[in-house]
């Protein structure tokens, strides 16, 4: 079965440009989750979706992160723009949904983003 | 005061040491616990699930002490293998929404 898949891997822009990263959950999944990573740190979450809903976004610096998951499936996170603090790993995941939960949540390889 | 504290280490062990992480957590009303693994510039794998009643699964075996707010990891035996991250996770309520500790790094040496 195939994994979360992100691109680009790897990405490196200058502050106050703009960044999007792209994920495609793991088919059949209705819940995926985006992730800030920092150096040292654990990952936090920035925002959730079912389907094509957003279920918390209260950790999104909405006055420059944005998030969609139109179709309720592949999903962008967009940075805009890009301070040098937004250095880090972004991690999407994904999971099933609904009553039985909570349930694991695969993650995929990471978009690693440097702001210079 | 963070939501989920660690250790974040390193702990430096030989092959076949017996190594515990502990893990505090600040929100009481959190509902389910669970150890990730993170290896260098890897994604984080789900280790194990953390039960009130304790659980093992091989050399693993993990606690929960809802009183203490308190959650902890024994690897036995430790292997070359099992050195990374290690992330201690809570899901603060119904929805599926983990938050991570800091982690705790592992490395197992000859």
């Known amino acids: 079965e195939a994994g979360v898949a992100q691109s680009p891997r790897y990405k490196i822009i200058e502050k106050r440009q703009s960044v999007a990263f792209w994920c495609n959950p793991i088919s059949g999944h209705a819940t995926l989750y985006w992730y800030q990573q920092i150096l040292g740190q654990g990952p936090k979450l920035l925002i959730q979706?079912?389907?094509?809903?957003?279920?918390?976004d209260s950790q999104l610096p909405k006055d420059r992160f944005s998030a969609e998951r139109l179709k309720g499936v592949d999903s962008t996170l967009k940075i805009q723009p890009a301070k040098l603090e937004d250095s880090a790993v972004y991690l999407c995941?994904?999971?099933?949904?609904?009553?039985?939960?909570?349930?694991?949540?695969?993650f995929g390889p990471g978009t690693r983003l440097t702001v210079t | 005061r963070k939501e989920v504290e660690q250790d974040p280490g390193p702990f430096n062990v030989p092959e076949g040491a017996t190594v515990a992480f502990n893990c505090t957590y600040s929100n009481s009303a959190s509902q389910s616990f669970f150890w990730y693994r993170q290896d260098c510039r890897k994604e984080p794998k789900l280790l194990m699930s953390v039960y009130s009643s304790g659980n093992e699964d091989g050399r693993f075996t993990a606690q929960l002490n809802r009183a203490s707010q308190y959650i902890s990891l024994l690897i036995r035996d430790s292997k070359l293998s099992d050195s990374a991250t290690y992330l201690c996770?809570?899901?603060?309520?119904?929805?599926?929404?983990?938050?991570f500790g800091g982690g705790t790094r592992l490395m197992v040496k000859p």
């Open positions: 996770v809570v899901n603060r309520r119904a929805g599926n929404m983990l938050t």
């Open positions: 995941a994904s999971s099933l949904a609904g009553t039985g939960g909570p349930y694991e949540q695969y």
């Open positions: 979706f079912q389907n094509n809903g957003v279920v918390d």
